[in-house]
Nanobody, 122 residues
Framework: QLRLVESGGGLVQPGGSLRLSCRFS????????IGWFRQAPGQEREGVSC????????NYTDSVKGRFTISRDNAKNTIYLQMNSLKPEDTAVYYC???????????????WGRGTQVTVSS
């Protein structure tokens, strides 16, 4: 069973940066499109970004375009999310998950991990 563990969250001031990591439990992760999702307090989970199996195609929800960058290192079974110019509205628990994307619409599949908390506040 595919398992995933998120890390890298924390408290950062507005305008700051964080890099999230998502490590997968099995060596065949290069066959999956994998993405990042988030859930803010009192809101539904939303798709943030998705990257295809070889890293050549990336998709982003409109609110993070130009600020967030998704990448992957299949040799390390790891997906990254570099988040720059963070805003208070980016505060959420961030999760990684198998995904599919069409334009800025990102959907997830399979189980959820525990997530990692990102708090943007002065």
């Amino acid at each position: 069973q595919l398992r995933l563990v998120e890390s890298g969250g924390g408290l950062v001031q507005p305008g700051g940066s964080l890099r999230l990591s998502c490590r997968f439990s099995e060596s065949m992760t290069d066959y999956y499109d994998i993405g990042w999702f988030r859930q803010a307090p009192g809101q539904e989970r939303e798709g943030v970004s998705c990257i295809n199996s070889d890293g050549g195609i990336t998709n982003y929800t409109d609110s993070v375009k130009g600020r967030f960058t998704i990448s992957r290192d299949n040799a390390k079974n790891t997906i990254y999310l570099q988040m720059n110019s963070l805003k208070p509205e980016d505060t959420a628990v961030y999760y990684c998950r198998v995904c599919s994307a069409r334009g800025s619409t990102i959907r997830g599949f399979g189980s959820w991990g525990r997530g990692t908390q990102v708090t943007v506040s002065s």
